[in-house]
């Protein structure tokens, strides 16, 4: 903190500054001016936190001071010292939003009262700004993801109300809205440009992306995830510039020739550059973007299979897939939390439950096609042979006989029945629960405990979500959704709720200083811990003391 004391006697000045121990009120500098015009020129020369001025001055008073600072900063805080008790000086102290009123002569007690809570109140304010600041450089360092994963829930069926929708798009400042029109392009890797380093995938991935958004930035706008076949999955919109003209539903369909040509100089940007082969598939059918995204997706993927195939750099358009669409795929094992995620985090009721669902959607739709079988067959298997491996067991090991139609994937058609495929789906899932039990005979702690035990370890250290993260090697957002499913509450309150019990407990000790207490707890200063704890019980800490 840095102060300025203003006052036309020298002495006055030189005296306060000199005779009261500022350092011990937070104030690490102090400067001194003799006029107003002085005091202006120190506050443009330096960051002036604090003003301290005489009201009677020759020239300019401390009131047209104040004016003055204003118009430089709204941030200093101001205080008055008059020696004359006139009530239109306070009046005017006030409309001035000045900090304190201050009688002529100053008692010191309460000249550093006055300034030890100022000090406090922007500390606090400080904090706060560097919390905000802090959460808004996180979410823009995550916003690439938090996009990605915002569309994946909308190709994947996942149901989000409209205004939900556009409130989040708008968060995550997407030039896009649920009234617009869009279409879908899919690209794939083709095999002679795959990349088994996970790190080069995502560099040649991230540089397609860029490259694509330079590419039809004249004429549309995109919005990009990758699914879960490995696909870059791209929304296609008309940018602002084309949707300012008058626009109807069919003639979305002009704008086709000018994706195929910008489609063409991706490709070859892609060649030329990246020394990559792509194909790409569009599918130029435009649709409201809250309402047909799960179709039009679906009729992308079976395009991508039916189209191109295993040709190589290939580009197709479809327009309709009127069997995909209504065929579709097993909503069920896809949506989240999906099973696997359920089974990594030992809730093998939520898993019951989640397979239900399952055979509940198989029960409606396998007599369309006996694929579904097969789909949710291989899907649950490799779960199941996932976790197995996970805990260091073999799964045919683990369920002998039952693991004979692991066996019969050649064919693709392991069963013939919903009734078969209930029956052998559930009994391995009987056994997994109890080998994976009995394995443990000394269980080891779960995700939840882990967090919990890593967040009472270091409440006076980083108690972040990324920090948890790292501790149990999951993903933040994924952290923080598993989390919120296993419990029912957020990592953040669950922070608050074990800092606030410890609180307690620290402040039951009569000797234990609050400031003490506040380092204990990882806060910075003793005021912010105090305003939390107020907003927590309704009382400040030091009542909480009184009332024990």
Request: proline share 3%.
């Amino acid at each position: 903190m840095q102060l300025l004391i203003v006052d036309d006697h020298p002495a006055q000045v030189d005296s306060m500054a000199q005779t009261i121990p500022w350092c011990d009120y937070g104030v690490k500098a102090v400067y001194k001016a003799y006029s107003a015009k002085e005091a202006l020129e120190t506050i443009r020369a330096q960051s002036i936190d604090i003003l301290i001025t005489d009201i009677r001055m020759p020239d300019m008073n401390g009131l047209e001071l104040i004016q003055s600072v204003r118009s430089i900063s709204e941030k200093i805080r101001c205080v008055l010292m008059s020696g004359y008790s006139d009530f239109e000086y306070a009046k005017q102290a006030i409309q001035f939003k000045t900090a304190g009123y201050l009688m002529k002569p100053v008692d010191t007690g309460e000249l550093t009262a006055l300034i030890e809570q100022i000090c406090g109140e922007l500390r606090e304010e400080w904090n706060v700004k560097e919390v905000y600041h802090n959460a808004m450089y996180t979410l823009r360092e995550n916003i690439p993801f938090l996009r990605s994963q915002l569309l994946m829930d909308l190709l994947q069926g996942r149901e989000i109300a409209r205004p939900v929708l556009c409130k989040k798009m708008r968060a995550l400042e997407l030039p896009f809205d649920c009234e617009d029109y869009v279409c879908m392009m899919v690209i794939r890797m083709d095999e002679e440009s795959a990349v088994e380093d996970e790190v080069k995938l995502s560099l040649l991935e991230y540089a397609i992306t860029n490259m694509a958004e330079e590419v039809f930035r004249e004429t549309f706008h995109l919005w990009h995830c990758k699914d879960i076949n490995g696909h870059l999955v791209f929304l296609v919109s008309l940018n602002q510039e084309q949707l300012e003209k008058p626009l109807h539903e069919q003639t979305y369909e002009q704008y086709r020739l000018q994706l195929a040509a910008d489609i063409g100089e991706l490709q070859k940007k892609t060649r030329t550059y990246l020394k990559r082969k792509i194909s790409v598939l569009l599918v130029n059918r435009w649709v409201r973007l809250s309402e047909q995204i799960v179709p039009l997706y679906h009729c992308a993927i079976a395009g991508i299979r039916k189209h191109i195939g295993s040709e190589q750099q290939f580009f197709a358009v479809v327009t309709d897939d009127a069997e995909t669409i209504r065929i579709g795929s097993l909503h069920s094992l896809y949506e989240p939390p999906m099973l696997l995620h359920v089974l990594e985090i030992g809730r093998w009721d939520m898993a019951e439950e989640r397979l239900e669902l399952v055979f509940k959607e198989l029960d409606a739709k396998w007599r369309e096609s006996p694929e579904y079988l097969s789909e949710a067959f291989f899907f649950i298997a490799g779960t199941f042979m996932h976790i197995s491996h996970k805990n260091g067991r073999q799964l045919q090991n683990m369920i002998g006989h039952y693991g004979q139609k692991l066996q019969q994937n050649r064919t693709f058609r392991p069963f013939h029945s919903l009734a078969q495929l209930r029956e052998w789906v559930f009994d391995v899932f009987a056994l997994l629960q109890n080998d994976l039990k009995k394995q443990q005979k000394d269980p080891k702690l779960t995700v939840v405990e882990r967090i919990q035990a890593y967040i009472e370890q270091h409440m006076d250290g980083d108690a972040s979500l990324q920090a948890i993260a790292d501790h149990v090697a999951l993903h933040p957002a994924y952290l923080s959704k598993m989390y919120k499913v296993e419990t029912g509450i957020g990592i953040s309150d669950y922070v608050m709720k074990v800092k606030m019990e410890k609180a307690v407990e620290l402040l039951r000790n009569k000797h234990e200083k609050i400031y003490n207490i506040a380092s204990q707890l990882g806060y910075q200063t003793p005021h912010y811990f105090i305003r939390v704890f107020k907003k927590y019980y309704g009382v400040t800490p030091q009542e909480f003391k009184l009332s024990q």
